[in-house]
């Protein structure tokens, strides 16, 4: 089974950009769904952006679409969220997930803390 670990969180001004890394564990990589979700205290989990195991069918949700960029490097077991014009709403921590298919993943990381001060 797949195993995941992200990176990348910190403390950043409204404005400001992070690019968050997810490295995962195994051989199949590639046959995975990936998706990115935070949850802000208080808050339930929410979907911020999914990737198709090729790379291709993207998915973001409404008020991170234009700022964040979900990619992929299979070579390298890799999945990543580029965002950028953080924005002080965007503060949570954020889960990188695995799946057979975008919309439904099984596996999910640590975690990391994403901070935007206003």
């Known amino acids: 089974q797949v195993q995941l670990v992200e990176s990348g969180g910190g403390s950043v001004p409204a404005g400001g950009s992070l690019r968050l890394s997810c490295a995962a564990s195994?051989?199949?990589?590639?046959?995975?769904?990936m998706g990115w979700f935070r949850q802000a205290p208080g808050k339930e989990r929410e979907f911020v952006g999914g990737?198709?195991?090729?790379?291709?069918?993207?998915s973001y949700r409404d008020s991170v679409r234009g700022r964040f960029t979900i990619s992929r490097d299979n070579a390298k077991n890799m999945v990543f969220l580029q965002m950028n014009s953080l924005k002080p709403e965007d503060t949570a921590v954020y889960y990188c997930?695995?799946?057979?298919?975008?919309?439904?993943?099984?596996?999910w990381g640590q975690g990391t803390q994403v901070t935007v001060s206003s």
């Open positions: 990737i198709g195991g090729s790379g291709g069918s993207k």
């Open positions: 997930a695995a799946g057979p298919t975008v919309g439904l993943y099984e596996v």
């Open positions: 195994g051989r199949t990589f590639s046959r995975f769904a």
